[in-house]
């Protein structure tokens, strides 16, 4: 049972277009949202995240946007680098504390290919 | 520099015969976790850490097993590697104070059971 969802495998983008990436969730209880970037022969690198008290976070070129009531998220990247050519991952938690905390459920992940 | 480290990074060994894969984070982190990345499935909790002595089963712990004697290190144990277990390894540490639940990874490890 896939509770976080990224159904399009794959994205390719011209550099400074925009990049959408996608997100869906089946768990009504998770309410933190975070994307992490890997690159190839390295580890997952945090990069922007999301509480469910908000709709939208910005940080720089990324911006997340949350849709509670559609169960959503996306990533925003503007302006598109080829440096952003990566795997982009979507993950969820319930709040931290007790039991649950930690637990992050991952997407299948996208991979974004920007070309210059 | 603040890191989560694993050894090897590429293993290739055979069914049956007994492996483990260190990792080590020297930031003073309460929580570690283990997960592995298959394509199509994307990363899956095998088991975590809440502190020192403290592990509990995540998504898909069968064929594994782990410790927390120390801190800063929770080592992921294959008794009986098959090949069902060839798969990228991440080892992963957050500290309490992340509400987030960001997590750290490691740089991976390929693990290949012939």
């Known amino acids: 049972d896939q509770q976080v969802k990224q159904n399009s495998p794959s994205l390719s983008v011209q550099e400074g277009r925009i990049s959408i990436l996608n997100c869906d969730y089946t768990n009504s209880m998770f309410d933190y949202f975070l994307w992490y970037k890997k690159y190839p022969a390295e580890g997952p690198t945090f990069l922007i995240s999301?509480?469910?008290?908000?709709d939208k976070n910005e940080d720089g070129r990324f911006t997340v946007f949350l849709n509670k009531s559609a169960k959503h998220l996306s990533l925003h990247i503007v302006p598109s680098q080829p440096g952003d050519s990566a795997v982009y991952f979507c993950a969820a938690s319930r709040h931290a504390g007790g039991t649950s905390y930690g637990k992050l459920t991952f997407g299948q992940g996208t991979i974004l290919t920007v070309h210059p | 520099e603040a890191q989560v480290t694993q050894n090897p990074r590429y293993l290739i060994t055979v069914t049956g015969k007994k492996l483990t894969v260190t990792c080590s984070q020297n930031?003073?982190?309460?929580?570690m976790s283990w997960y592995r990345q298959d394509p199509g499935l994307g990363l899956r909790q095998i088991y975590y850490s809440m502190n020192v002595e403290v592990t509990d089963k995540g998504d898909v712990p069968e064929g594994y097993k782990v410790s927390r004697k120390e801190k800063r290190n929770f080592p992921l144990i294959l008794e009986s590697p098959s090949p069902n277990q060839t798969s990228l390894y991440f080892c992963?540490?957050?500290?309490?104070?992340?509400?987030?639940?960001?997590?750290?990874f490691g740089p991976g490890t390929r693990l290949t059971v012939l």
């Open positions: 930031m003073n982190h309460e929580y």
């Open positions: 999301i509480s469910s008290i908000k």
């Open positions: 992963a540490s957050s500290p309490y104070s992340s509400s987030y639940n960001e997590q750290f």
